[in-house]
């Protein structure tokens, strides 16, 4: 700190000699003094930081902590009655039991896509096919080494429940089959609905089913087996292009 006055001192000497103004000067004061000023404000910051730590230390109750105050001997509150938790108001029937008044629903919750169709899939090959296969027919490994075999989801009473009672099992379990309700989300687990109808309708579908062209190509295909006379193409639906 010397050392700097010192040379601030022969500056201003020197500037002074040179003819220097005087507010020219002002500046080169002012950074001599700089180090001082720093000095004296650290020394004031640690009075403040003395204040806030008396604030910061506030009697409180941590949680869990035991307490004279209420009856229950405890500091922490339970939550009012009804209190729901934020984004956890499960008051969508349909989309969270797959009942609607008391009845399981035979519509899905949300509209049913190609991504949604994926997403179910996905889900059912890793939480599903270990017990009823990838083609839902019961066969999976654990199934194999000899875990219950569970119904075959192509068989008529499972063709005709309604997309509810799938829903309703992942999410409450039946006889020897747990619940799917940790592992697998709500929205997911209507994605894996979705997936089992489309396994469904993959080992049960009509030719009737297939837009106009699958069929046609389908047809094709069992006529050139069977070696009967080729149908014609389906007439092209409006605005639509003829395909070769
Ligand atoms: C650990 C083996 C296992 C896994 C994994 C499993 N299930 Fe099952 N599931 C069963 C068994 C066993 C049954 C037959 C239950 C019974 O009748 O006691 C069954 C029955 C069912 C039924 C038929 C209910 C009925 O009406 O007969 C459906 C639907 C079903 N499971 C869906 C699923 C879906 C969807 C998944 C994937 C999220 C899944 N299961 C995962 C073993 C399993």
Redesign the pocket.
């Known amino acids: 700190m010397n050392l700097r006055f010192e040379i601030a001192v022969s500056v201003m000497t020197r500037r002074i000699h040179a003819g220097a103004r005087k507010a020219d000067l002002a500046p080169v004061l002012a950074r001599a003094a700089r180090p001082a000023l720093a000095l004296a404000l650290a020394w004031a910051s640690l009075g403040f930081a003395a204040c806030q730590q008396d604030m910061a230390n506030q009697p409180r109750h941590k949680p869990l902590d035991a307490s004279v105050f209420f009856a229950d001997g405890r500091a922490s509150r339970p939550p009012a009655p009804g209190t729901v938790a934020r984004g956890q108001l499960r008051d969508d029937d349909h989309l969270y039991t797959g009942k609607v008044g008391g009845r399981l629903v035979d519509t899905f919750p949300y509209p049913v896509t190609r991504a949604v169709m994926d997403r179910g899939r996905d ?2 090959t890793i ?6 296969g990838a083609l839902g027919t ?1 066969e ?1 490994m ?2 194999q080494r000899g ?5 075959s ?1 192509h068989i008529d ?2 063709r005709e ?1 309604p997309v509810g ?2 829903f309703d ?2 999410t409450v379990g ?5 619940d ?1 309700s940790a ?2 989300s709500v929205e997911d ?1 209507w994605a ?2 979705a997936y ?1 109808r489309g396994l469904q309708l993959s080992q049960h579908a009509a030719l009737a089913d297939l837009p106009a062209r699958e069929a046609y190509i389908l047809q094709r295909q069992r006529e050139q087996k069977t070696g009967q006379a080729l149908s014609r193409p389906p007439e092209p639906a409006p605005g639509e292009k003829r395909q070769p």
Do not use: D, E, N, S
Request: proline share 8%.
């Open positions: 889900r059912y939480y599903c096919t270990p017990c009823h019961g999976g654990i199934v875990y219950k075999q569970p119904p989801f009473r499972l429940a009672h799938f099992v992942m039946l006889g020897a089959m747990q799917y592992q697998v687990r894996i609905v089992v």
